[in-house]
């Protein structure tokens, strides 16, 4: 009996890679409901294409509604997330939105006991302490999307977590690595886009130019994994061959290694802890693969690393803050309102600017979010 698949964001850079394996495995999984913000010609097509039962516009016109066919089901606005999260044929929800949106479908998605495969993890970031409770509560499982959380993933299934000491994720270094600090502080929109190793959407290629996608998988892993900030690590791996590394207690490391793909941890997201057999996978030739290299941070240049990281360590609502401003601080940059070089200035001065509410609640998270994008905003300014 196949699986049910639901996947928010499937219009974008994860949704179209996931669509793709779905397309590979039919005996094993069927699409039941799509969604996205606005594309909604796209996701039309993706859903005659797949045959899904329910999709959900969050961004919809009014006629929306009223213009599904053939017994579909059209939603509207955020709550059209919760509702294919929580559709009672869907097993496993891939959530591959982009941001702060996608929290309260994840929440819900775990609370009715379903799997989330989570792309989307600024949800972690932002309430890793209510997500980890709700996947508890409800009964519902996280497995991680991320390339370096499915790595750790696959090196420690099997095995007892006392016996895991430090992880050690990597970072390709993104399309500044080398620069020279100045230049990097002057990069344009087109040349932050141009990731050397990975195809992504607009903002966490954004991000990961900065760093800030290391420091919010810093935090993600931290959450995923139960370990604390001193046993995770990162270095820079500039062929992104290497996914991460896990030492064990006794000092030796395992690391899952594979062409740069998202589909790969995509499959293994919705597989775990069983491996399928997928022709979409390159197989991998280490000569071809050539030289793996790797190299430290250069925390001097991409500041936002590690104020990314002191708000990991702080804790209670700090994530929250950095993880809004950010959001914020990217947007104004691909609207060219801000220089790349000014993204950490607008992050510090909301953690700056920060009480340290505790982040016991969605309410007040939800608020803490609210605030933290209007101080990042007036930042912009
Ligand atoms: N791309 C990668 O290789 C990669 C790798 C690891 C992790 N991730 C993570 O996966 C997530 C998605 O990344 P992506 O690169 O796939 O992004 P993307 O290409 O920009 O796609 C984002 C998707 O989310 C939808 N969306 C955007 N804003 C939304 C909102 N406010 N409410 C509901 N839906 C919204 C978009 O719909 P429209 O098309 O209608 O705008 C689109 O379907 C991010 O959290 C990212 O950090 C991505």
Known sequence: ?????????????????????????????????????????????????????????VNAE?????SAVDGRVHGTGTESLVEAAT????????????????????????????RVALANKETLVMAGDLVMAAARDGGGEIVPVDSEHSA?????????????????????????????????????VDEALEHPTWRMGPKISIDSATLVNKALEVIEAHYLFGLGY?????????????HGFVEFVDGSILAQMGYPSMELPILYAMTHPERVADVGVKRFDPVAAGDLTFEPIRQDVF????????????????????NAANEVA????????????????????????????????????????RWARETAEAACC
Not at 91 to 107: D, S, Y
Not at 236 to 242: G, T, Y
Not at 303 to 322: C, E, I, N, Q, T
Not at 334 to 352: C, E, M
């Open 1 to 57: 009996m196949s699986k049910g698949i639901a996947i928010l964001g499937a219009t974008g850079s994860i949704g179209t890679s996931t669509l793709r394996v779905v397309d590979r495995q039919q005996d094993r999984f069927r699409i039941v409901a799509l969604t996205a913000f606005g594309a909604a010609e796209k996701l039309r097509q993706r859903g005659r294409e797949t045959g899904a039962g329910f999709l959900g516009l």
């Open 62 to 66: 009014p006629s929306w509604a009223k």
């Open 87 to 114: 559709h009672p044929d869907v097993e496993i929800v891939v959530n591959a939105v982009v941001g702060a949106a996608g929290l309260e479908a994840t929440l819900a998605a775990l609370a009715a006991g379903k």
């Open 152 to 188: 750790v993933l696959q090196c420690i299934t099997g095995r007892p977590t006392v016996d895991v000491s430090r992880l050690i994720l990597t970072a390709s270094g993104g399309p500044f690595r080398g620069w020279d600090p100045t230049r990097v502080a002057t990069a344009t």
């Open 230 to 242: 001193d046993a995770i690590d990162v270095v820079v791996h500039p062929q992104s061959i290497v």
């Open 303 to 322: 500041a936002a690393f590690a104020l990314g990281v002191a708000a990991g360590r702080a804790g209670a609502s700090a994530p929250a803050v950095f």
């Open 330 to 369: 990217v947007q104004a940059f691909l609207d060219k309102r801000i220089s790349f070089g000014q993204i950490a200035g607008v992050i510090d001065s909301a953690l700056q600017a920060h009480r340290g509410d505790p982040a016991e609640d969605l309410e007040t998270l939800l608020g803490v979010d």
